[in-house]
DNA sequence: CTCCAGGGGTTCC
DNA sequence: GGAACCCATGGA
């Protein structure tokens, strides 16, 4: 029997940005609406009025949509703040609906994983494959379900050499040695040192994992594209209207990269 | 055929 | 510390 739940005050959230900057992997867009899937149930969110209409069996509850969504923060004031940065305000003009949103910490680890050196289509599919294969009725699977397998169990993704590194993520989630609580009360720093104890976790995998997830803002992905489009927009690092929000910027200034691509190859120098 | 995709490990200097 | 090169896979 579906469940249904109206998420108020969402403000100037878009679903279509909010989805489509990069940040998840689980979402797709039917018509109007956006079906995903979150802790294992299937979700359909759309847009309605002054709010996000959620439908689903087994929904979890309006505090946990709250927290995924980031409901809790203040986006008018951090827009306020970045911008002051004339190219900062330039991307956040272009999809002023996107949120950060805090995604379930292993399924972020694993997901960010697969992503390196990788594209959006393929990481999607590895994903999927990785749900119903191992997970329980298409559930995300946890730690302690793929710390039990080996590479030849995961042959059948087609991960290439990411294979080892998954189960590198879920010995080390499974035994406790890498555990969301423990990272919780650490500083971003030794947060992200933590995580890149786990082989193929660098600081770009760290980051998207303390932003995607812990919702660790100050934390700063530092993509291939980022880099290039900083050494020219902002050579002394970004503005000090960011500071605090870094991770936010950086999602904000990444989508209107991606969606610029042809200007931006030019202007980047790629 | 080559090139690339939201990187990271290893091996050099 | 940084640069070069390697890594499996699939689509363009």
Known sequence: MAQSLLLKNTGGLSLKETFGCGQTFRWRQEGNAF??????????ARQSGDGIRLEGDRLADA????????????????????????????CIAFAPGIRVLRQPFFETLLTFIISQNNNIPRITGIVSQLS??????????????IAALNEADLAC???GWRAGYILDAARKAASGEIREETLSGLST???RQTLMRIRGVGPKVADCVLLFSLGRWDSFPQDVWIRRAMAQWFPKGLPKCA???????QQYLFHYIRSHAGDLSRAVGK
């Open 35 to 44: 079906v995903g899937v979150v802790n294992g149930q299937t979700v359909r």
């Open 63 to 90: 505090d946990f949509w709250c927290r995924y969504f980031a409901l809790d923060m203040d986006y008018a004031a951090i827009h306020q703040k970045l911008n002051k940065s004339v190219r900062l305000g330039r």
């Open 132 to 145: 119903e294969q191992f997970g329980t009725d298409g559930a995300f699977p946890t730690a302690e379900q």
């Open 157 to 159: 993704l087609r991960a």
């Open 189 to 191: 720093d030794e947060a």
């Open 243 to 249: 500071r605090g929000f870094e991770g936010i910027a």
